[in-house]
């Protein structure tokens, strides 16, 4: 790649069509003609910028290692010749594309005003970024699954316990030997610099300062060395979507023991893109044109959004087969993350993988998947040695220290959050320091209040699931609908 | 039929009392003074044309061979003669009729902007017929069957299954061995051609190229043959009614089986009229005045709507012994559609019909019928056998492809959608074909996250019913409602 | 009573204080200081007409006879003098009193376009007058029964059977023996006059010509037999709150069976009075005034509104020894209204009445009685003989033909709706007919489409009543709450 | 203290910062300086008074009593020197501290208006102070058990009995021996001052003129002995925190029983602080300001609030051994307040209390608490011995006489109302009494329509809980959550 080659304005500027398309990122000149089919987030979203220089548009989401990693080096056409720029060139390209202005910090609630997680996700909804917003608050078609999260919670009650000496309560615990504050994960999500330019980063720093785990994406917008470089020597998990094409995953793999990550948590719930509509809904509201042109570019009929520009990689064809490549191409533990049911957590018993995280994905892929507290349920009634056999985690739902507690008692080694956490990261990694704080705070006075002074002593009798018990599944079978043996035979 | 008898306007004019009442349609002159009192759709929508030119209303609602096939020859008077036609006759007939000015295409929703089958539903309420979207969306009484049918599917969940190679997905399957390419009926409906004037000529189209079944209505907008003409060799199907003039339904039922018509679908839950109130607050609202004389006339004082206007002929004395007439004159497969309980689909059973379309009529017939959706589980509690003797269809309150895989997890063969295809049906065929689009991809995305890679694979161990269990009946009689034997004896 | 003394306006005028308080009524001038204390609405509402004439306010709560049964013949004073009625004495007393101008006939909707019951109560609710729609429409405290009754009657499905032979529909039945076109009556109430002049006397007229039966009240606004000539000869039934003053009831008693009442209905659940706000309300935003004088008269401290003008003679020490009582002065047939649970209707049983009514006062009287409709249920749990022992009733949030038949068919052998016949009723007969029109026609079509021809053929299994068998009683003890023996020996 | 020693304006003003802090209340200087940070309502509240006059915002939450209870006498600075007030030392502090002028006591109901609790509710919030009723209606985290405590009230109904002789109804019964007019608590609440200057002092001379009893708190903003004046040789209860320093508990207790207290209620739910947060938030609302630099006075993060300002020297380390020592200084009674299901129950007759509490603090503290009804039910199904060994009582959303009877019936021996009671006491001590008027009516009322005379009558048998059943535990571990015995051996 020879940095040294100059390229002028006037000669970017003459490859602007679907099948000739250069853009300029960071002074860099690319020919990214083959790349626009490939594009996780859609031609039209790059072909805007044929002929121009798209850097602001892509450091919105991506890191700056991005472009080196998807393109090859014979894309690089060169280095953008700053003689030949003309005043045209400089212009903004605001024709095509509208600031976000919803963003208006000076109206933003002050860090002491928010009291819970509720506070922070209003904060994000009413002064953060209209895009981001839709992006984290989103979920599949319904939203049935996502909002009955956190509803299963609530139907929970505690038997609290009194005249317990719970002078000073302790809530540390430890997640796979390591010693954590909270048992508590920053569960990955994709996209966090969306709300703020620290991103992942930041995030990275809040978990270190506050003695909690968090789990980078694989579709972090900083590649990883970036993010532990913010907290050296901490501990930190790595989320896995299995590429398609096996050797990025194992390079991905190898990078990650090499960098000193603890723990892969391979997501197996992705199989299949969620339709999420308030998302799609923004992207088909939003009219893009060529910025050279000036004439709209024909969006895609099913909308788009963040979430269809995400997934393409992964491989929806992964069995229980693929977990021994992965064993053989990594030591580190590996987790199980996205198991929705007591027989899927049976195989994973099989399979002698070292945890799984109960989730349906935050509701955002399969719409009508089992809330996730009631999956602790369904494990106890199911297989209730597999508390014994493996740390079991659980996420989907969690707003208050109380909805943690509820998990732990249920079984759950720790408990993962997710939208909070990039709510919370709009105020930096103060915000994201003052969640956990808040649930800190939360967990120590139901701990208290039902009469236990450290998590050894958290235990199924102290919550009453008698609201919600009828609803957990007895078995494999459905209770009574009792399939015809011709067409059971198929199966 | 003697067309080249021409009558003048000024004769016409003095027909136009309801004893002596003519009008005119596509240029013929018809004597309608003995139809008025047999006219489905009440008189008075007539007679408001005594002595005038019907065309426009009545093309809204009807095809044009049905008045040739309503009224007897000696009805028609002859041709009107263009040339005595005055100013006056010209003269729009605005005064009792107002123009249905609600549609304004030009703010509609573009297709490319629908999303999902409320949206299709959002388009039409706002922007399409009033009327049309009243008659529609109506249902019985309370609307409560209606809106439980969407509610129950609500709350049945997926159990879905993890690490299956679902990379390539596939939805096809085969109805009473014609294979489709979703398992999805348009359902017949009346009147649609009130949304767009292609009616059931446009859906048919869509169901081509698509592939999927249309069940053409007894009461659909345009004959069999020529809807028919829109998809040539393509498959369909048909809805009968049974008439209480056996000989029309002979007629009907020899012509679908010369073109080529599959299958019956028996009406069989329509032994009564619905009570559609928002249907009929409608034409209460609608004052209907003579257009000669400009007076009001008095209309029917429970109100009228489309739905007391379409089921006259149709035979409440209809029993299981009529099932041997039909088969009498037809030798097409035989589905009975409105099967709402497990004794009468035993019965079914009994009587060897090819299949039943378990359903509701959309909550339009009987308020507090039955959900949709727990009819399947009655029968997989007490006559699962029924799966493996025929076919077994459902519908009412299926909105997503997820709501679809349900119904086919927990036995159905195929689902019908009524509404959401009309609804679409505002945007013409494509708007048709886009639905199909839309359903089919949300099948393949659950398909892909419950961990099935075709239909064959669908059983009830993948849905969670515990939400609604409790509410299916368990056998014929009350659980403890035991009626004294005094009264018993007479059953 | 000598009607010939005359006494003048200027003496009339001084007995205008609490301790000496004349008022004048049709012209006859009345001592009423010492009935002040005794008058069921309470003093305040006499006094302000001290020294006046009351006649207007006296009619539109009363009949014209109440005054002679009231008041003993000693408290007569004379007829008003006309020739001495003054400008000042002829005045609109409207300074104390205002019109309740809410009723605005010009804008009420026409009974053509009235559809329901709930249509009815929607124009009484805008309308109507305000005192009439607050007495008829509120409840005890939280209203929680009198919503109930209507909610657990939406919570029962039907079962249809269909392909039977239903093309002609009978819903005649008896009562008692009496033929009725309809299983229905129209329950007793008070106050009728508030809404129209007519009264009971419009609801028995239309009662007679719909052929349904009128349960006559103790506090109608017009005597017995003037109600009874509206309808020569008609069957009517006759309700009683058994009076404090045995004589007095049996003078009524005897009065019923002379004028050829059918059965009497004995109300066994208002030994306490109802605390019904939205009522009481009302009269504490009246201030009343006490019309000489100009000052504001102080209201009971409680409130008022006319609940609790209503029952102070009823005899709340009523015991089952008192049916012998009543035995002993009539020999109609007696129903208990107001059974709300199995124990009390199987001493219905041991007491051998004639038949009961299974009802909680619409919810008037005591709040979080049990819905009607469950109350059948717990008959058939418990005590499922009685229904061939006697007929059994209820009342209480019927609104549709539909619920009607779901009484029917859990045992009941007619249905009492009150408040939406006093809805009915601001329309006059006229109203009340087109309210049993409706009903009737909703009666049919449900027949029709559950597959029944006559109710004969009501019967359990064409219910279910899954969603509400889990909250019907099994006996007569809590289920699990043991009162320790030491208590229960109180018992 | 030498009250002759005179301090001059000018001195004081020189003690303005937090290091030095003096303030004068009721004329006497106090060196606050040390005290400043133990004030269980923070420092800033106090700071921003520095060398100034606090009397006006003491006098709000505190009784003249609390300084010198507080404060060693050697931080008694001197008596004000009247002689040295400047024109600048009189003015208001308006400043920094706007007046709670949401009062407005010309526009607030008339106590004649009042018909219930809720109305009492509906007055305080709209027109009492903001303050006031912020801190008397909000609860922890998500108010769910504070709403729940009401809702399950209302999900049990009653099964009335009629033809009972109730012509006389009698409401009194006994508490710890002693006679009351009604089994009614005034619940022992602080900062009663908030809304009415008379604070508990009125609420006394109420439980006295109505013969109900209060609970007094060891908050209240008065100290016991003035309270008691108010209704001489009245009984009274006494609410204990036990304090982390014994020797002022020991002193409390032995004041209450010199003073002739009845009972001491321990409370034994506070070991932690309940987050309730429209309470903090009212805080971080509010900027405090230096009275005499006029600079903000940053506030604590995590919010204040009243409730954060009451607890610090609640004993969190209490346990079930203390109870020998609370003996070993007072022999009243001990009642255990705040017991919340049936293994602490157990616990509480096994160490022979003199009765329990049910009781989850209105949900203030633990929200997910179980609602308070519930527990009766609790000890039914588990300890149903403990009715037989001690009185039962229940305090948590009862709003109206008949949920008082329902708790009666399910074996509550009385019942604690404490919100409506601070609502009511808007009014003064009439308002008190209005209250319990309002709740004898209604429970006279509830007693005549369910059929019994007395309260010796209640009965399980008396209500239906069908509707709850479901959700009350059955023994002390969770039905199918069997820990593994792994974990098991750590509790």
Redesign the interface.
């Known amino acids: 790649m020879d940095e040294s080659k100059l390229v002028s304005v006037s000669e970017i500027q003459k490859h602007n069509t679907p099948n000739d398309c250069w853009i300029v990122i960071r002074g860099q000149t690319w020919d990214v003609t083959r790349f626009l089919q490939e594009h996780p987030g859609g031609s039209a979203i790059i072909y805007q910028y044929a002929g121009r220089d798209a850097t602001e548009a892509y450091s919105e989401i991506h890191a700056a290692s991005v472009v080196h990693e998807s393109l090859s080096p014979d894309c690089f056409k060169g280095t953008l010749d700053q003689a030949t720029i003309t005043e045209e060139w400089g212009k903004p390209t605001g024709l095509h594309r509208e600031k976000d202005t919803t963003t208006t910090d000076t109206e933003r609630p002050s860090l002491?005003?928010i009291?819970?997680s509720y506070d922070f996700e209003d904060a994000a909804a009413s002064f953060g970024s209209k895009k981001a917003y839709s992006f984290y608050s989103t979920a599949a078609?319904?939203c049935?699954t996502r909002d009955t999260n956190e509803a299963m919670l609530?139907r929970?009650?505690?038997?609290?316990?009194?005249?317990?000496?719970?002078?000073r309560v302790d809530t540390t615990s430890t997640v796979l030997n390591i010693p954590v504050n909270l048992p508590l994960f920053i569960c990955p999500t994709g996209f966090a610099r969306l709300i703020h330019p620290d991103g992942e980063k930041g995030l990275a720093r809040a978990a270190q300062s506050t003695g909690i785990l968090e789990i980078l994406s694989t579709a972090a917008g900083y590649p990883m060395n970036e993010i532990l470089q913010e907290a050296p020597g901490y501990p930190f998990l790595f989320q896995l979507y299995l590429n398609k094409q096996r050797e990025k995953s194992r390079e991905t793999l190898q990078t990650a023991e090499r960098l000193g990550i603890k723990a892969i948590f391979l997501t197996?719930?992705a199989?299949?893109?969620?339709?999420r509509?308030s998302d799609?809904?923004l992207k088909?509201?939003e009219v893009i044109y060529n910025v050279v042109t000036g004439e709209p570019i024909k969006?895609d009929?099913?909308?788009g959004g963040l979430t269809r520009a995400a997934g393409s990689y992964i491989?929806?064809?992964?069995?229980?087969r693929?977990l021994a490549w992965i064993r053989s191409v990594t030591r580190l533990p590996i987790i199980?993350k996205?198991?929705?049911?007591a027989?899927?957590a049976k195989?994973a018993m099989q399979h002698q993988v070292d945890g799984i995280m109960l989730s349906n994905h935050g509701g955002r892929?399969?719409?009508?998947?089992?809330p996730a507290i009631l999956l602790l349920?369904e494990l106890?009634?199911n297989c209730?040695?597999i508390?014994?056999r493996m740390e079991v985690y659980v996420d989907g739902g969690f707003r208050?220290g109380?909805d943690i507690l509820?998990a732990l008692c249920?079984?759950a080694k720790a408990v993962g959050i997710g939208r909070s956490f990039l709510y919370a990261l709009q105020y930096g990694t103060e915000g994201a320091e003052h969640l956990v704080?808040?649930l800190k705070?939360?967990m120590?006075?139901?701990?208290?209040?039902?009469?236990i002074k450290n998590l050894?002593?958290v235990?199924?009798?102290l919550?009453?699931?008698?609201?919600v018990?009828?609803?957990?599944?007895s078995g494999?079978?459905?209770?009574?609908?009792?399939?015809?043996?011709?067409?059971l035979s198929?199966?």
């Open positions: 002491d005003s009291l819970n078609t319904d049935w609530k929970i009650w505690f038997r609290p316990r009194v005249m317990k000496d719970v002078a197996v719930d199989a299949g893109r969620g339709k509509e799609e809904r088909t509201d969006a009929k099913r909308g491989d929806q064809g992964m069995t229980w693929d199980l996205g198991i929705t049911g027989e899927d195989l892929n399969l719409d009508y998947a089992p349920l106890h009634k209730p040695e508390f014994d208050r109380g509820k249920l079984g704080e808040i705070d939360e120590e006075s139901v701990m208290k209040l039902i009469g050894s002593e235990h199924p009798s919550v009453n699931t008698a609201d018990d009828h609803l957990v599944p494999a079978e459905h209770p009574y609908a009792k399939w015809s043996p011709s067409k198929k199966l």
